[in-house]
Nanobody, 128 residues
Framework: QVQLVESGGGLVQAGGSLRLSCAAS????????MAWFRQAPGKEREFVAA????????DYEDSVKGRFTIARDSASNTVYLQMNSLKPEDTALYYC?????????????????????WGQGTQVTVSS
């Protein structure tokens, strides 16, 4: 079992920035695509951004394009979500997810059922 630990959430004013981190550890596989999803109260969980294990492919939900950036560190064990120009509608519990795809270095998915491991989430609250 891979453990995913999110950090970096908090309270920020509209227009501000936060950077979320997701550290992956344990498990058998070292190559996996990673993604961020979020869930606001009363709403379904939605896709935010994804990155392949190589870092060569990314995908974003339309509402965050141009504001959020997903990236991996040089060791490919931590994924970041840089969130700029935050809006109140970005308020949600943000989850990190990982998908084992050893032979597909550019694989990404926006479908939550494609992911094998999930973190516990980190809360992002944007005030207006």
């Amino acid at each position: 079992q891979v453990q995913l630990v999110e950090s970096g959430g908090g309270l920020v004013q509209a227009g501000g920035s936060l950077r979320l981190s997701c550290a992956a550890s344990g498990g058998t596989f070292s190559k996996y695509a990673m993604a961020w999803f979020r869930q606001a109260p009363g709403k379904e969980r939605e896709f935010v951004a994804a990155i392949s294990w190589s870092g060569g492919s990314t995908d974003y939900e339309d509402s965050v394009k141009g504001r959020f950036t997903i990236a991996r560190d040089s060791a490919s064990n931590t994924v970041y979500l840089q969130m700029n120009s935050l809006k109140p509608e970005d308020t949600a519990l943000y989850y990190c997810a990982a998908a084992i795809r050893e032979y597909y270095s550019d694989y990404t998915s926006s479908f939550d059922d494609d992911y094998d491991y999930w973190g516990q989430g980190t809360q992002v609250t944007v005030s207006s």
